[in-house]
């Protein structure tokens, strides 16, 4: 089993900057990628940035040149460095884990901006 730690959401204005965290732990056998999704109320859950083992980084485009998303790979952690945020990123945002063994969820973090 795998067991995603998520940190670092709360309440922030307009322009403000928050770091997410999440730790991973458990039976982790060729980490194919980890990344973040969000969910706005009365929305779908959607994609936000993610690195695969390789090291490469996708990002939505809507948080292109604002998020930046890194990998400590010795402690199995994500960070995502959300800049210039904005009242639309408010969200709780998941963290995830694709792996040969499966794919993993965190708990979900709240991040409020608020205008």
């Known amino acids: 089993q795998v067991q995603l730690v998520e940190s670092g959401g709360g309440l922030v204005q307009a322009g403000g900057s928050l770091r997410l965290s999440c730790a991973a732990s458990?039976?982790?056998?060729?980490?194919?990628?980890m990344g973040w999704y969000r969910q706005a109320p009365g929305k779908e859950r959607e994609p936000v940035a993610n690195i695969n083992r390789g090291g490469s980084t996708n990002y939505a485009d809507s948080v292109k040149g604002r998020f930046t998303l890194s990998r400590d790979n010795a402690k199995n952690t994500v960070y995502l460095e959300m800049n210039s945020l904005k009242p639309e990123d408010t969200a709780v945002y998941y963290c995830?884990?694709?792996?040969?063994?499966?794919?993993?969820w965190g708990q979900g973090t709240q991040v409020t901006v608020s205008s």
């Open positions: 458990g039976s982790i056998i060729r980490l194919n990628a």
């Open positions: 995830y884990l694709q792996q040969v063994l499966g794919h993993y």
